[in-house]
């Protein structure tokens, strides 16, 4: 009697742990082809300034010599707005945005960039992965005044595909 209620136990916590596996689980769907991009840089020696995104609102803040970027993504065959990253110089952050919930998001990785090599600086960035139809996330930087970074984004966590990169100067 003993030996069956272990094992019955068993089978049950067995049964849960597959079941909430596969409830879980989301399969990411790469885009194919890549999410068109589009750039926008602002000086933000004259900032505040308002970028126009309708959006979200989004605004730089000053910061003397700096260069904000602003990367949206859209679907290349419906236009449908996929997402977004903006680098902030102002506090250095970098965020990321996915304004698609439909099972896939964007990785970025932030890079020091020299003539001739590109070294990861941080985590790769993405947006949390929740069910919420705007996601974002923000990482926050300590970097080197003067230097010179490269912002790339991929559609996959293992940096395989690749969609698009921006460099910028930190000033």
Request: proline share 5%.
């Amino acid at each position: 009697m003993r030996i069956r209620r272990q094992l019955g136990a068993l089978l049950t916590g067995a049964l849960l742990t597959v079941g909430t596996a596969l409830g879980t689980a989301t399969s990411a769907q790469a885009y194919n082809p890549d999410p068109r991009a589009t750039f926008k840089y602002v000086d933000t020696d004259n900032c505040p300034c308002s970028v126009g995104d309708s959006y979200d609102g989004t605004y730089f803040r000053h910061d003397p010599d700096g260069k904000a970027v602003k990367i949206n993504l859209y679907h290349p065959d419906s236009g449908a707005w996929l997402g977004k990253i903006e680098w902030h110089p102002y506090g250095e952050k970098l965020w990321v945005y996915d304004t698609k919930n439909d099972g896939d998001t964007f990785y970025v990785q932030l890079a020091f960039s020299t003539v001739s090599n590109i070294y990861p600086v941080g985590p790769l960035v993405s947006a949390p992965g929740t069910s919420a139809a705007v996601e974002y996330t923000t990482q926050d930087y300590n970097l080197s005044e003067g230097a010179g970074y490269h912002i790339s984004v991929y559609d996959d966590a293992g940096k395989d595909d690749h969609i698009t990169s921006s460099n910028i100067i930190i000033a």
